[in-house]
């Protein structure tokens, strides 16, 4: 069973720019399952690895678009 996508702009982002995770996990020195578990709402991303993410990669968008979860566009 695929896991649900919490971050959908991070994870649009990602596969839109061609950033493969192993380089996020490179950026941020975590292992790729750390990184499936912070994707995925297992555990969380701290701000410093957000901002580390905004700034290398995504710096047209905000940390707060980057990161709205995908609950928040339900509301």
């Known amino acids: ?17 061609g950033i493969m995770k ?13 990184l499936s578990n912070k994707l995925t709402g297992v555990s969380h991303f701290t701000v ?13 968008m905000t940390v707060n678009e980057l990161f709205k979860k995908e609950s928040e566009e339900l509301s």
Do not use: H, N, S, Y
């Open 1 to 17: 069973m695929p896991k649900k996508v919490i971050f959908p702009e991070l994870e649009a982002g990602l596969a839109g720019k």
């Open 22 to 34: 192993k380089e996020v996990c490179q950026l941020l020195d975590i292992m790729p399952r750390t």
């Open 48 to 60: 410093e690895e957000a901002v580390q993410i905004q700034e290398q990669f995504f710096k047209d």
